[in-house]
């Protein structure tokens, strides 16, 4: 037996508790959120929902809280079909950075204002040196048209 994605756990779950077609945006009310979260809980607990760790009990419920709002946002047969967009772009810049972890952590502790901004002023240099890297694609000129190729390689 194949296990079910979680976007498809979400949307079926959604369905049978709330009667939604896939027609329009589904509304779901506070109990009715709770019945999918147990639906979609014990669906993960009987290994029928892909999983791709172990959670506590606790840790599960968050999750699959997490989970369904997630889907209800982004899932296009339940929010009519609108394209998500993220409501701060970016935000999560340099988040794996060690050096931007550890300047932000540096920060946070100062209170002298020049000392903040000598500090943002390294965060800022860093998360664009990491954005400049991100952004750096090599092209294959000889996969180019000629002409292409005459006017852009160097």
């Not at 945006?25 to 669906?43: D, M, P």
């Not at 599960?60 to 946002?73: A, D, I, T």
């Not at 340099?94 to 209170?111: C, E, F, I, V, Y």
Request: charged content about 25%; overall charge positive.
């Amino acid at each position: 037996m194949s296990k079910m994605s979680q976007k498809e756990a979400v949307f079926t779950a959604v369905c049978n508790v709330t009667g939604f077609t896939g027609e329009g945006t589904v509304v779901i009310s506070k109990e009715q959120r709770a019945q999918v979260n147990a639906i979609l809980f014990e669906g993960f607990r009987s290994n029928s929902i892909e999983l791709d760790r172990e959670y506590t009990d606790s840790d599960l419920k968050s999750y699959v809280s997490g989970l369904q709002s997630n889907w209800l946002r982004k899932d296009k047969r339940l929010n009519g079909g609108t394209q998500y967009v993220a409501k701060n772009p970016g935000s999560r810049a340099g988040s794996a950075d060690p050096s931007l972890k550890a300047m932000r952590a540096l920060m946070s502790t100062l209170t002298d204002a020049s000392e903040i901004a000598e500090v943002q002023s390294h965060i800022d240099a860093r998360i664009n040196e990491i954005a400049a890297t991100k952004q750096a694609k090599t092209v294959d000129f000889s996969a180019l048209p000629a002409d292409l190729q005459a006017k852009f390689s160097k």
